[in-house]
């Protein structure tokens, strides 16, 4: 599955829940779309795969690079070993669409 893979603050992404902007917050983006979050909790950055069809997973990092390092392994690795047909449909669910 190719797409290209940023990050955006929570506070643009759900502006009525009030996360703060200067939080270090994040939601993991393909394309468009929110798979996953990136945040830090003290001194230590936490993500996690938001998207149920594709295994979950998350894990704890040192830095805010680290953990788009570990949540892209991940990802790649789920998306490799159930295959793009099923990606496809993950995000289409997601997204409320049936394909």
């Known amino acids: 599955m190719s797409g290209t893979f940023s990050l955006k603050n929570s506070a643009l992404l759900y502006p009525a829940v009030g996360f703060d902007p200067d939080e270090d917050h994040f ?3 393909l394309d468009e779309q929110e798979v996953g979050t990136i945040y830090r909790i003290g001194d230590e950055w936490l993500w996690s795969i938001n998207l149920g069809m594709m295994g ?10 680290e953990a788009r390092e570990a949540f892209r392994a991940a990802w790649d690795e789920r998306a490799v070993r159930l ?5 496809s449909r993950a995000l289409a669910i997601a997204q409320g669409r049936s394909n």
Request: no cysteine.
């Open 27 to 29: 939601g993991v983006m």
């Open 56 to 65: 979950g997973g998350s894990g704890r990092a040192a830095s805010r690079r």
């Open 83 to 87: 295959g793009p047909a099923h990606v």
